[in-house]
């Protein structure tokens, strides 16, 4: 069992950052394959960014490459979202997932992702 807990949402002007956390439980965190996805009102939770077991390999969604980067740190069984440059358009509520079975890879749909958290909202004013 995987439990995530993200954190370090909140409210933002346009143009601010804002860095998300996901702390993870279980034994062999180094083994998953980390993800962060998003959902806005009336749209459906899209893929945002991911990152393989030994971080050889990072995927980020067209719309947040060059603002946002992923990034992890198994010695604290963590993953992380630097978003730079927020607009509008990116206020959702931000989740981060755990892909288990297939950790040196990617995977860009959710349903490859077994566990999740309960997820934190991002509001960008404009």
């Known amino acids: 069992q995987v439990q995530l807990v993200e954190s370090g949402g909140g409210l933002v002007q346009a143009g601010g950052s804002l860095r998300l956390s996901c702390a993870a439980s279980?034994?062999?965190?180094?083994?998953?394959?980390m993800g962060w996805f998003r959902q806005a009102p009336g749209k459906e939770r899209e893929f945002v960014a991911g990152?393989?077991?030994?971080?050889?390999?990072?995927e980020h969604a067209d719309s947040v490459k060059g603002r946002f980067s992923i990034s992890r740190d198994d010695a604290k069984k963590t993953v992380y979202l630097q978003m730079n440059n927020l607009k509008p358009e990116d206020t959702a509520v931000y989740y981060c997932?755990?892909?288990?079975?297939?950790?040196?890879?990617?995977?860009?749909?959710?349903?490859?992702?077994?566990?999740w958290g309960q997820g934190t909202q991002v509001t960008v004013d404009s």
């Open positions: 997932a755990a892909d288990t079975q297939r950790g040196w890879d990617i995977a860009l749909s959710l349903g490859e992702y077994e566990y």
């Open positions: 990152v393989n077991w030994s971080a050889s390999n990072t």
């Open positions: 279980g034994r062999t965190f180094s083994r998953y394959a």
